[in-house]
């Protein structure tokens, strides 16, 4: 199978110059792949390393040593290098990541927020709203609210308009970011459909999930990311 | 899609080498060299005195440098030096082919005309002669901007800070331009007026695939706009890159200090 994600040795610390440059650390020897149609759990306690790996995948945080090669346009690119032109086309087409919150743009309604990645790769605005409109129902997002900006939301409903804008485009990479975290019972269940459903559609993802429950629902593998702790 | 080939392509539409200026014996800017790709937004963001809004000069052509240069691809796709253009290539540059957006609208308005011919008089410019056709065009464009209609008439000095800044987009915009230049365009605005204006101006950018260099201090700004940001500090350009990179995960002493000096929302 193609590895769609495959981490070698990366490397991460933090050089906290404002606290006469202290060296933090975060992860080092960073190693595994993930597959076309898998879903990667990376576990271990608060403070190991996980969202940081995320955000290295995303290329939200820099790489500093070893490879993060991204398949990309039937290529691997290594992000870790990667030029900000190179990530942002890989964003763009390739790499999409569910945070814990929503970063809101003001006066944007949320179906808009929703349907922005379809247009932005083409769709027509039309049918980006339609697909934003199906995923809100199904994440029980009522109709009334679609035309309003999230930012006045509840916590729990602006995590699922941000579900929804992360599954709602065709993605060959998601990272999630405890994407049930706020979430009840009901709405919980919507998310370990859709990330199943991208798993039949070939998606690779890697996930931070701290509920056993969830983690034992989606996880095709579990990395432990304290194999990678880098001690100070 | 627009946004799409163009952010794809692969010549750079703007090309600073080695650029400097120093007054006198006191160099403002020092060494800087960056490609601009088309529909990518640059933000250039240090404290006063970093040398930034002279760097933005230097690239807009509205001051010699003291040593390096800046090329620019004509619309014929050739890459040109700026200090060779001849005066009607530099016309059309700074009349058609470039906006640019300063921090106070009174300089890049005429305060006593009224709104409908500050910009029309862009398209005028470019040979558009028809008067129903320019009104109808400029209506056009005060309602992108969210500008009553009903207020074409009337002059800027009549018009709030916000509307006045959202008028000086619009007479920018009208002749369809590739490259926009920003200076603080926020700056002086009320908190609530700031927000609609970057609003409106994101959107403005991604459906017209423009590409952008936007000076500001305001590093909130910089990350709803901008694809990429240049620290400044000293003249010197001291850190590059995605803009959510350098705001999340800054490397130098002063980035850091920037960062962490914003007040948390």
Known sequence: MTAMIELANAEKTFTMHLQ?????PVVRGVSFHVIAGECVV????????????LKMIFGNYRCDSGRIGIRHHGKVIDL???????????RRSTIGYVSQFLRAVPRVATIDVVAEPLIVNGAAREEARERA???????????????????TFSGGEQQRVNIARGFISDLPILLLDEPTASLDAANRAVVVELIAEKKTKGVAMVAIVHDDEIRHLIADRIVDVTSFAAAA | MSELSSLDNDQPLLVAEGLAKNYGRLPACRDVSFALYPGEVLAIVGES?????????????????SAGRVSYRMRDGVLRDLAELGEAERRFLFRTDWGFVHQDPAQGLRMGVSAGANVGERLMAVGWNHYGRIRDTASTWLDRVEIDVGRID?????????MR?????????VTEPRLVFMDEPTGGLDVSVQARLLDLMRNLVS???LAAIVVTHDLAVARLLSHRVMVMKGGRVIETGLTDQVLDDPREPYTQLLVSSILPP
């Open chain 1, 20 to 24: 006469g440059g202290v060296e933090l």
């Open chain 2, 165 to 173: 800044q959202r008028l000086q987009i619009a007479r920018n915009l």
């Open chain 2, 154 to 162: 009337d002059a800027p000095k009549t018009y709030s800070g916000g």
């Open chain 1, 80 to 90: 870790a290098i990667a030029e900000p032109r190179q990530v942002l086309s890989i």
């Open chain 2, 49 to 65: 005195g970093s040398g930034k809004s002279t760097l933005l000069q230097l690239l807009s052509a509205q001051l010699a440098p």
């Open chain 1, 42 to 53: 990376l576990s271990g306690p608060s403070g190991a390393g996980k969202s940081s790996i």
């Open chain 2, 207 to 209: 459906e017209l695939g």
């Open chain 1, 133 to 151: 409109g199906k995923l809100l129902r199904r994440l029980n997002i009522p109709e009334r609210l679609w035309t309003l900006p999230p930012s």
